[in-house]
């Protein structure tokens, strides 16, 4: 892992890259620091639409980059309801504040409890890109 690679306590990641905050009754969710420097300057970002039901492991989306394109997964089911418009005029978001300003969408999960254990925290996330 780079040490310029940012992993935040309290979130929870997937083997995909992609992170989830829980928030009162919501999950928000975007793709990590260590994604967002592999992809390097992101030019474009969709997401599934609001009111979309996805379950964990789903692709919703995709980011593109100066170097390449990947898709986004859901780290959790639920459903979708408020997609972050402010990646459609400024994409770079990503790239400059993943665990901030350049969340993805936030969900109303509907299997929180059971698809936490499948995620990892921290501490695990940082082991796992040390694999990689």
Same mark, same amino acid.
């Not at 829980?22 to 592999?38: C, K, P, R």
């Not at 978001?93 to 665990?99: F, I, K, M, S």
């Not at 995620?119 to 940082?126: E, I, K, Q, S, W």
């Given at each position: 892992m780079s040490e310029d690679t940012e992993i935040k306590d309290g979130l929870y990641y997937s083997e995909e890259h992609e992170w989830a905050r /829980?928030?009162?009754?919501?999950?928000? /969710?975007? /793709?990590?620091? @260590?994604?967002?420097?592999?992809l390097h300057e992101i030019t474009f970002v969709e997401v599934s639409g609001a009111g979309d039901e996805i379950n964990a492991g789903d692709e919703c989306g995709f980011v593109e980059s100066m170097k390449a394109s990947s898709e986004i997964y859901s780290p959790l089911s639920g459903e979708i309801i408020e997609i972050n418009g402010d990646l459609e005029d400024a994409p770079?978001?990503?790239?400059?504040?993943? @665990?901030g300003e350049g969340w993805l969408f936030k969900l109303k999960p509907s299997a929180l409890d059971d698809e936490l254990e499948d995620?990892?925290?921290?501490?695990?996330?940082?082991e796992y890109i040390d694999s990689l």
């Open positions: /829980i928030e009162n009754a919501l999950v928000t /969710i975007g /793709i990590t620091d @260590y994604a967002q420097n592999s770079e978001l990503l790239n400059e504040d993943p @665990y995620l990892m925290d921290a501490n695990g996330y940082a």
